[in-house]
């Protein structure tokens, strides 16, 4: 009883010391503005719920599951059309891996239908931190995203997820829509597939609520996806731990 004891004690201690240690070591390289913005962001966990945790881990489990095997992840994350929260999502999820440090991970985003990114979402993720400039070139403009100055960025246009830019098989599908969801019962190639629905900003769109709104949203979405990797940081951690 007494060594058991002691074992979750030394669990506790190990898990809280990483926990801190995440908070207080971000990422080197993001933005001043983006860096303060994801800063905040663990603090929040306690804001998601039980069910949506259950969601978050099982997409955690997934990644956890292709680094075992010493294989890239590719998640792809899919919309109605691929102009707000899908692109939030891609561009989430991997900002969270480069917070915490977790190599091997690639972020897509596709829709049901090809529209354009839209300009409201991209002004919410500037709120945020993010440097993001446009081509402005035809009806779907290409958008580059950058976390710093030293950052590559990377692309984000509107298409449809079965695009020839986006993965064709291993690689794990989340709805975060339920149109999409409901319209795309099996996704072709997929390793996985995780409905994870948000509520559409676009409701709110030419309203005095439009930016509060959008800004709701991005920051749930960046709460949830800091919530995965900051799971899977603890978890290899923790392996780490119990190699030696």
Aim: aromatic share 12%.
């Amino acid at each position: 009883m007494k060594h058991k004891l002691l074992f979750w004690v030394g669990f506790i201690v190990i898990l809280l010391f990483f926990l801190n240690f995440t908070s207080a070591n971000p990422v080197e390289g993001f933005y001043k503005k983006l860096q303060n913005y994801t800063n905040t962001l663990t603090a929040e966990f306690e804001m998601i719920d039980a069910e949506r945790k259950k969601e978050l881990i099982t997409l955690g489990d997934y990644i956890l599951e292709r680094r075992a095997k010493h294989q890239n992840t590719n998640l792809l994350f899919i919309c109605t059309s691929n102009s707000r929260r899908s692109h939030m999502a891609q561009i989430w999820a991997k900002t969270a891996a480069m917070y915490f440090g977790i190599d091997s991970l690639w972020t897509f985003s596709g829709g049901t239908e090809t529209t354009k990114v839209n300009i409201n979402a991209i002004n919410a993720l500037k709120r945020c931190g993010f440097y993001i400039t446009t081509n402005n070139i035809g009806d779907n403009p290409v958008w580059t995203v950058n976390t710093g100055k030293t950052s590559e960025g990377w692309m984000i246009f509107s298409k449809k997820y079965d695009h020839s830019s986006n993965p064709k098989s291993e690689f794990g599908a989340v709805m975060v829509c339920s149109e999409a969801d409901k319209s795309c019962p099996v996704v072709d190639g997929a390793d996985i597939r995780i409905a994870m629905p948000y509520d559409d900003p676009k409701y709110f769109d030419g309203t005095p609520s439009q930016d509060l709104k959008y800004d709701e949203r991005c920051k749930q979405i960046a709460r949830d996806m800091f919530f995965v990797m900051n799971y899977v940081k603890t978890k290899l951690v923790l392996l780490s731990e119990t190699k030696k």
